[in-house]
């Protein structure tokens, strides 16, 4: 039994994933445990839980890879200082204490951190590193269900790469071409994410939301004046617009004169219909090098499959069109296709490339990420001493009682916090740490955003539907497990704009019913799907089904189990307080079931001021 712990930290997004055998036994997120949004803390926590899980001690794991080269990214940060220097010295004189005196020296800061787990781990020797992009590339190839692919990389930087392209075959990754820091189309995007006000690293999704409400009216000045784009999807950044490669800001005076308003500060400027169509133009122009890069890729190389990962391949509505365009027969997606899912690569990147293993593939065209269920559960008895432990209120069902018991509350619009199994691994619920509710209520989006999620009014929801009704109810026909694919909702559904509601503005397009299912339809008819398999999570399927037993419909609306500025709940206490701090009616542990009205109301939590707005 050959056992490997890989571990991402100190940008953003922590993790640590454990593989046995090549197997992917468990992995998760710092945050979910440390309840900081994005912590690039060193992942105590999520290391324990690892190592818990499989009931190891750290000693006894064979080998621990570290996502990236820590040199490398040195030696880029000196070089871009020396490039652009005199400018900069302020960045530089910031950055460079806390490199001398963690980051440089990794190996051994790691073997300090790491033997805080175990006294009995001794052997340094254990520590590997492997390159950003190419755990990234192996995050996206080995859990494939592909023998062959070609692998995309896209983000804001690693060592000295943005994008790099690899070909995947049976065990082995080879890296065939990158673009360099820093010419990037994630800092790119990034960029506009702060020019809109929004939080770099963890806004840039609100951007995407936002985008359907706007016109890309900037789309030529951005490839005029930003961004020098070929014909292959190769590009160049023109830097006198931007200061993230020796400045403490993303864009500049030049970058703010160019489209003529300032930076929006969020705590005083409102969004406008400006920021709007700041946001489709720059949505469009991430398509159009996305979809040129694949189409560029696909004439190059023989390989009829494409993997992704990378920050930039959560852009689902980019991945939608590439999709749509059949540029390649199939794709498949990392779900944690950011830094976090950069530990399960360095694992699995350390077994077939270093080791030499074998790689098998499944023959029903399954990949290997077990439906991204891979952090910790609760069994009843566990939930049943937490919620007596913190006071509250139950009831304990069989589980098909639970199950038609739920689907009926769903059905009378009640917004239902769903906490079952394995909790998910990447950014995105998927029916285990879910905010739950019916799709086919024309108040719902408005009100889980407002009252539940506490954040901005626009943001959209995403569905869950049974993979077998997917093609019934969206223009799409392929597994979509992890919500990272974006398509429209079937005509036949839809409900066309009148004339006059197509003359409203922005926001003001929100309230307009625009399906049978308005609470998962965004403005342009669009929705982020998340197929639902029995295989997989056997209990959020059965609910589904019996809710489509009752309404005909086999679809849920299905938002995190958080808040804005929240990391997804990870425990029953996190499930409780969240639920009584937001106006959520029921919450559903395993197969308990807890109503707010029973609930002793000293319990209830000022929630909404608790976590830093993201």
């Not at 871009?80 to 010295?89: Q, R, S």
């Not at 106006?583 to 209830?604: A, M, P, R």
Request: glycine share 6%.
């Amino acid at each position: 039994m050959t056992s490997i712990l890989g571990i991402s930290a100190f940008y953003h997004d922590s993790a640590a994933a454990l593989i046995i055998d090549g197997k992917i036994i468990s992995a998760a997120q710092e945050e979910r445990f440390s309840r900081k949004k994005h912590d690039p803390r060193y992942p105590f926590n999520a290391i324990e839980f690892v190592l818990n899980n499989a009931n190891l001690k750290l000693s006894q794991v064979d080998f621990i890879v570290f996502f990236e080269k820590p040199f490398l990214k040195f030696e880029r940060l000196l070089e871009t200082y020396l490039a652009f220097a005199p400018k900069g010295f302020g960045s530089f004189c910031m950055s460079m204490p806390i490199w001398l005196r963690e980051k440089l020296f990794q190996k051994k800061f790691l073997f300090e951190k790491l033997k805080q787990h175990d006294e009995n781990f001794d052997d340094i020797n254990k520590i590997h590193f492997s390159e950003h992009h190419y755990s990234h590339a192996a995050s996206a190839f080995y859990p494939s269900p592909f023998k062959d692919a070609i692998i995309l990389t896209l983000d804001g930087v690693g060592e000295w790469a943005t994008t790099t392209v690899a070909e995947g075959k049976n065990n082995e990754i080879k890296m065939l071409k990158e673009i360099h820091f820093p010419h990037s189309i994630g800092l790119l995007y990034s960029a506009f994410t702060y020019y809109t006000g929004f939080k770099v690293n963890s806004g840039e999704y609100k951007v995407m939301g936002l985008a359907p409400y706007g016109e890309p009216k900037y789309k030529n000045i951005i490839f005029k004046e930003l961004i020098d784009l070929k014909e292959d999807g190769s590009f160049r950044l023109n830097m006198k617009y931007f200061n993230y490669a020796t400045g403490l800001t993303m864009t500049n005076e030049k970058f703010s004169k160019l489209f003529g308003q300032k930076v929006r500060d969020p705590k005083k400027d409102l969004l406008t219909q400006f920021h709007m169509d700041i946001a489709a133009s720059i949505q469009a122009v991430t398509e159009e090098i996305v979809l040129k890069l694949v189409i560029s890729l696909s004439k190059e190389n023989k390989s009829r499959n494409l993997c992704m990962a990378g920050g930039v391949a959560l852009n689902c509505v980019a991945n939608g069109k590439i999709l749509k365009k059949k540029i390649f027969q199939n794709i498949w997606l990392q779900p944690a296709a950011g830094d976090a899912g950069g530990s399960l690569g360095a694992a699995l990147a350390f077994w077939y490339q270093e080791l030499g293993n074998k790689r098998f593939i499944s023959t029903n065209n399954k990949d290997e990420m077990k439906g991204s269920y891979l952090g910790p559960s609760f069994n009843n008895d566990e939930v049943e001493n937490s919620l007596k432990s913190i006071g509250a209120k139950y009831k304990k069902y069989e589980e098909k009682d639970l199950i038609s018991l739920v689907a009926n509350e769903l059905k009378n619009e009640k917004t239902i916090g769903w906490f079952q199994g394995r909790m998910e691994f990447g950014p995105r619920a998927l029916g285990a740490r879910s905010i739950i509710a019916d799709p086919r209520s024309d108040k719902m989006q408005k009100e889980l955003n407002l009252k539940v999620k506490f954040r901005e009014s626009f943001r959209p929801f995403a569905p869950s539907v049974l993979r077998e009704d997917l093609n019934d109810w969206f223009e799409l026909d392929c597994d979509s497990p992890y919500m990272l694919l974006v398509s429209d909702v079937k005509k036949n559904i839809q409900i066309p704009m009148r004339e006059k509601d197509q003359k409203l503005f922005g926001i003001d397009k929100l309230n307009i019913k625009r399906s049978s299912i308005p609470a998962i339809t965004h403005v342009d008819y669009s929705a982020r799907i998340q197929t639902v398999h029995r295989e997989t999570n056997p209990k959020y399927y059965s609910l589904i089904k019996k809710f489509k037993e009752i309404t005909n419909c086999p679809v849920l609306v299905n938002t995190s189990f958080n808040v804005r500025g929240e990391p997804i709940v990870c425990s029953i206490e996190d499930a409780f307080k969240c639920f009584m701090g937001t106006n959520l009616d029921i919450l559903v542990c395993e197969n308990f079931i807890l109503y707010k009205n029973e609930q002793n109301s000293k319990l209830i939590d000022n929630y909404k001021d608790k976590f830093k707005l993201d």
